[in-house]
């Protein structure tokens, strides 16, 4: 299984971001993705899952609204809309997926809101 996160950076309070995970080594289709969060100093977050069939998402308290998952059955990826980006959102974000009692997490991409 191998998670690889891209699409951060460096933007302004108010800016967007896409976040993408591309998967590989598994059935991307039969699993429920998730985007988790860490700021600095603190411990991990979860912001968002997706159901493998893309009928079920679900969404932190503090980025509905502003964040939409969604993915790409065909390209196994997921991806991680981000508007009206806050400087609280600042931290590494992981892209994670479970099989059974063993958790895979890619290596994340580092989001800074910043004016």
């Known amino acids: 299984v191998q998670l690889v996160e891209s699409g951060g950076g460096l933007v302004q309070p108010g800016g967007s971001l896409r976040l993408s995970c591309a998967a590989s080594g598994f059935t991307f289709s039969s699993y429920t993705m998730n985007w988790v969060r860490q700021a600095p100093g603190k411990g991990l977050e979860w912001v968002s899952t997706i159901s493998g069939d893309e009928a079920a998402t679900d969404y932190l308290q503090s980025v509905k609204g502003r964040f939409t998952i969604s993915r790409d059955n065909a390209k196994n990826t997921v991806y991680l809309q981000m508007n009206g980006l806050k400087s609280e959102d600042t931290a590494l974000y992981y892209c994670?997926?479970?099989?059974?009692?063993?958790?895979?997490w890619g290596q994340g991409t580092q989001v800074t809101v910043s004016p």
């Open positions: 994670a997926t479970r099989e059974g009692e063993k958790g895979y």
